[in-house]
T-cell receptor, first 114, second 113 residues
Framework: NAGVMQNPRHLVRRRGQEARLRCSPM?????VYWYRQLPEEGLKFMVY????????ESGMPKERFSAEFPKEGPSILRIQQVVRGDSAAYFC????????????FGPGTRLTVL | AQSVAQPEDQVNVAEGNPLTVKCTYS??????LFWYVQYPNRGLQFLLK??????LVKGSYGFEAEFNKSQTSFHLKKPSALVSDSALYFC???????????FGTGTRLQVFP
């Protein structure tokens, strides 16, 4: 059973470009979470999605950031017009539902904005 | 508002000695508590969780944690540290009706040979 997969592992963008981060949850998991980890900081919740639904986006910046989890295919975190402050590690996690279930994390995508 | 505090940025311990990584939480109602470990350039790995029941929870790699409701703490412990335990440890909390995890700022554990 493959774990949570994220790609790319490393992404370099220039200011103003778009970044698209992909996450495939563990097999059997229908809930996806995105977290951001800034250098030397803990993880901050961004968004929680189920298939074709955004359940909680309270941690998403109001502008430039969007997320989706289509019926088919991976979850996508999209950052438009990136700025240097977007440089961070973005982690995806999944679970099979339940407030008390542990979330399984992917290896992360490290975004560097030049 | 829910929050998690890890008061120590770094914990140093000699190999073979017991280790403790501290965590306190603030949440209304009954919390669900988790410990994760992060190795360099890797994602987080689940260690253990407390949902209900026995206050002493045993997890992966010989780690355990004790839930103390009166002190609102969930300290991570291991009787005998290994050099390979050196990593970044995160405490997290979630709460009924809230699926997201709230993480502490992390504690870097350094085990010296």
């Amino acid at each position: 059973n493959a774990g949570v997969m994220q790609n790319p592992r490393h992404l370099v963008r220039r200011r103003g470009q778009e970044a698209r981060l992909r996450c495939s949850p563990m097999k059997g998991h229908s809930h996806v979470y995105w977290y951001r980890q800034l250098p030397e900081e803990g993880l901050k919740f961004m968004v929680y999605l189920q298939k074709e639904n955004i359940i909680d986006e309270s941690g998403m910046p109001k502008e430039r950031f969007s997320a989706e989890f289509p019926k088919e295919g991976p979850s996508i975190l999209r950052i438009q017009q990136v700025v240097r402050g977007d440089s961070a590690a973005y982690f995806c996690a999944s679970d099979d539902r339940g407030y008390y279930n542990e979330q399984f994390f992917g290896p992360g995508t490290r975004l560097t904005v030049l | 508002a829910q929050s998690v505090a890890q008061p120590e940025d770094q914990v140093n311990v000699a190999e073979g000695n017991p280790l403790t990584v501290k965590c306190t939480y603030s949440v209304s109602g009954n919390p669900y508590l988790f410990w994760y470990v992060q190795y360099p350039n890797r994602g987080l790995q689940f260690l253990l969780k407390y949902i209900t029941g026995d206050n002493l929870v045993k997890g992966s790699y010989g780690f355990e944690a004790e839930f103390n409701k009166s002190q609102t703490s969930f300290h991570l412990k291991k009787p005998s540290a290994l050099v390979s335990d050196s990593a970044l440890y995160f405490c997290a909390v979630s709460h009924l009706n809230t699926d997201k995890l709230i993480f502490g700022t992390g504690t870097r554990l350094q085990v010296f040979p």
